[in-house]
């Protein structure tokens, strides 16, 4: 690494030294416990849906009136943070490195409009492109996920019960696919190079053995990102694999994984070191040994081809 490197990375932990990162934790659960009681409410036959890029990327009134509340109430408390959401996201807008909220208002949207009870607001702050706190919260379900960079994650079950992440404090190695359950995400954009990858790569990780495949114990297709990366993180699902989902999707998962002593590495082969803006993702559960072994193994069922994005 050079000074310079070594220099930015000093003054981004000195940065963070000044934040009351507890206290910010806090404040992100009672907004999006306030988020939570407005998806609640919300009545899914009345609150009807737009188009975004096609009819299978949908917005409702409920995302933007959520995205409004939480830009409001974290733009009072922390006036000195930027903020990045989903539904005020201009195109080019980039991360920096000031102390920035990243909203997903609801994460599963199609989730929610159809009443499926997968889905969950996502808050998190980053600090040096990097998320430091996370908070996932499913009001459907009742469960919050937090986590705090250097002190642990967490799930709060509806009867109040805290777990540390991962569940199974001791959790197995991974051998390899053979043995994975692997959530995998469609998006939206259903043809062209990216969606025959997505889709020959699926095939590949289901197929038999001795068809060629990896013969993954199953994929799971939740529906929402975030709760894509808290499963992996609570040790609930072994892999997340998505090329094309945004950085609000993903940010409060990834530190919630990351404390969970889970990976992240690139949804595309060869990224040890993915970026949080980057669209290719690839979480790893915790596990004493096989992370980087499952990492190479789902990279080969690629077959050499590469996810490719825009922007
Ligand atoms: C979507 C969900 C979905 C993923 C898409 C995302 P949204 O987020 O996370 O699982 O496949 O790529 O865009 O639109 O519901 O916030």
């Known amino acids: ?58 917005v409702t009134a409920t995302d933007k009136a959520v995205e409004a509340m939480v830009k409001a109430c974290l733009t009072t408390a922390y006036p000195d943070f930027e903020f990045l959401g989903e539904e005020s996201f201009k195109v080019g807008q980039k991360l920096s490195d000031a102390p920035t909220f990243v909203c997903d208002p609801i994460d599963g949207t199609l989730n929610f409009i159809h009443g499926f009870p997968n889905t969950a607001v996502s808050l998190a702050l980053t600090v040096g492109k990097k998320p430091v706190v996370g908070v996932v919260f499913n009001p459907f379900r009742r ?24 569940i199974r404090q001791n959790p197995d190695p991974l051998t390899g696919l053979n043995g994975c359950l692997v959530a995998v995400e469609w998006g939206s954009e259903r043809s062209g190079p990216n969606w025959d990858l997505r889709t020959n790569t699926t095939r590949k990780l289901m ?29 609930q699902m072994d892999l997340f694999w998505e090329g094309g989902c945004w950085i609000w999707d993903i940010c409060a998962g990834w530190i919630i994984l990351e404390e969970a002593g889970g990976l992240v590495a690139s949804a595309n082969p060869g990224g040890w070191d993915p970026s949080l803006e980057g669209r290719l993702y690839l979480a790893v559960r915790g596990a004493p040994s096989g992370q980087k072994k499952v990492v190479e193994e789902l990279w080969s069922c690629m077959e050499g081809k590469e996810f490719v994005f825009a922007h």
Do not use: W
């Not at 469960?143 to 991962?166: C, D, H, M, S, W």
């Not at 060629?212 to 040790?235: E, K, N, P, Q, T």
């Open 143 to 166: 469960e919050l996920y937090t986590a705090i960079k250097g002190q642990g994650a967490f799930l709060q079950k509806p009867n109040g019960t805290v777990y540390r992440l991962p």
């Open 207 to 235: 197929s038999a053995k001795s068809a060629g495949g990896a013969m993954c114990h199953s994929i799971r297709s939740s529906g929402s990102a975030a709760l894509d990366f808290c499963y992996v993180a609570a040790g």
């Open 1 to 58: 690494m050079s000074s310079l490197q070594d220099l930015d990375k000093a003054l981004v932990e000195c940065l963070i030294g000044e934040l009351n990162l507890v206290e910010i934790r806090d404040t992100l659960i009672s907004v999006a416990q306030a988020a939570g009681e407005m998806m609640l409410n919300a009545d899914p036959s009345v609150d009807t849906s737009e188009t975004k890029k096609n009819s299978s990327d949908r």
